[in-house]
């Protein structure tokens, strides 16, 4: 899979939008992007994946560049419960499975 | 909708002893994997099942560790003689059939093993 690249750590303010980068330069055509993010002491959970289209629920939006070799994780308005270790995982179609990296810390201040 | 159930979630061994990892999957779901989370690290995928099959186990140590999933009933991730290097926590996460690229894992809250 492809390596993916997040800042170790950032700050993001209470009620406004969060931009989370990541890059993932080496991406292949039939790999997709997909997030993560585990709060202390629980198991990972499940934010949102995109392959080339951009992707909105109700958690979160993903942005993929039209080059794919870099996305973005919008928290439309972070609370204090978003502050968590977020991870970018590319994963290649009919891979079994994921590869965490070191994540980036997000700590939403009030 | 119940998500991915794990007991216990906390498992206290001594050493040599046996450690018996139990995992539900969601329901309707037939895939399940098993990672590993040392203190500090990021998790490491160990083994993917489907019913009564082992997919791959490429991350699964070579000795005293093993999975199933049976037919019926939860998965299992066993772990003979344990050392303390064993103390870690263990997640387990679950994805319907279909293109594995395109399926979400969901995961359970993890059983943290300590080894005394």
């Known amino acids: 899979d492809a390596k993916t690249t997040q800042p170790p750590s950032m700050d993001c303010a209470e009620g406004r939008a969060a931009n989370l980068p990541c890059n993932h330069s080496?991406?292949?055509?039939?790999?997709?992007v997909y997030w993560y993010r585990q709060i202390h002491s629980q198991g990972p959970q499940y934010i949102i994946h995109?392959?080339?289209n951009n992707e909105t629920n109700e958690m979160a939006s993903l942005i993929i560049t039209e080059d794919r070799k870099s996305s973005t994780l919008i928290l439309p308005h972070a609370t204090l419960r978003d502050t968590a270790v977020y991870y970018c995982?590319?994963?290649?179609?009919?891979?079994?499975?994921?590869?965490f990296g070191k994540g980036n810390q997000v700590v939403v201040i009030p | 909708n119940a998500g991915v159930m794990q007991n216990p979630r906390h498992l206290v061994r001594r050493r040599g002893q046996e450690a018996r990892l139990r995992c539900s999957p969601m329901?309707?779901?037939?895939?399940v994997y098993w990672y590993r989370q040392l203190p500090e690290e990021g998790l490491k995928f160990m083994v993917y099942?489907?019913?009564?099959?082992?997919?791959?186990e490429s991350g699964m140590p070579k000795e005293r560790f093993s999975a199933e999933f049976p037919k019926e009933g939860p998965s299992i991730l066993r772990i003979q003689q344990v050392v303390r290097g064993d103390s870690a926590a263990y997640f387990c996460a679950s994805s319907p059939a279909g293109r594995q690229g395109n399926q979400p894992q969901h995961f359970g809250d993890g059983t943290r093993l300590s080894i005394l």
């Open positions: 099942l489907q019913k009564e099959n082992i997919i791959d």
């Open positions: 329901k309707g779901h037939s895939h």
């Open positions: 995109g392959l080339k």
């Open positions: 080496t991406i292949s055509g039939n790999e997709y």
């Open positions: 995982i590319v994963r290649v179609e009919g891979n079994n499975r994921l590869a």
